[in-house]
């Protein structure tokens, strides 16, 4: 079965930057779509990017747009989040998801998650 562990999550200042690694394990990635999920508190999860199995469709929400770049090494099994000029908003528990081929926009869509890496941005 396969299995997601996020990692490289922590604490930023406003302008700052992370990168997420969703790394797989138990099944080959390369079968799958992976895509990133962010729940903040109080609201509810919302889907943050998308990239399909061979990585040659992806997608971001309009609130990440020119600042998070998505991206996926298969040999590593690993997919990784760009986020740059990072925003208090941006403030949340990040998951990765993995589904097959292509992405979707629906996290009930998703087979399998990671348990999440928090993500916060303060001065």
């Known amino acids: 079965q396969l299995q997601l562990v996020e990692s490289g999550g922590g604490l930023v200042q406003p302008g700052g930057s992370l990168r997420l690694s969703c790394t797989a394990s138990?099944?080959?990635?390369?079968?799958?779509?992976i895509g990133w999920f962010r729940q903040a508190p109080g609201k509810e999860r919302a889907g943050v990017s998308c990239i399909s199995s061979s990585g040659t469709s992806a997608n971001l929400a309009d609130s990440v747009k020119g600042r998070f770049f998505i991206s996926r090494d298969n040999a590593k099994n690993t997919v990784y989040l760009q986020m740059d000029s990072l925003k208090p908003e941006d403030t949340a528990v990040y998951y990765c998801?993995?589904?097959?081929?292509?992405?979707?926009?629906?996290?009930?869509?998703?087979?399998?998650w990671g348990r999440g890496t928090q993500v916060t941005v303060s001065s």
């Open positions: 998801a993995a589904r097959g081929l292509i992405c979707s926009g629906y996290g009930s869509s998703y087979d399998y």
């Open positions: 138990g099944f080959p990635l390369d079968y799958y779509a």
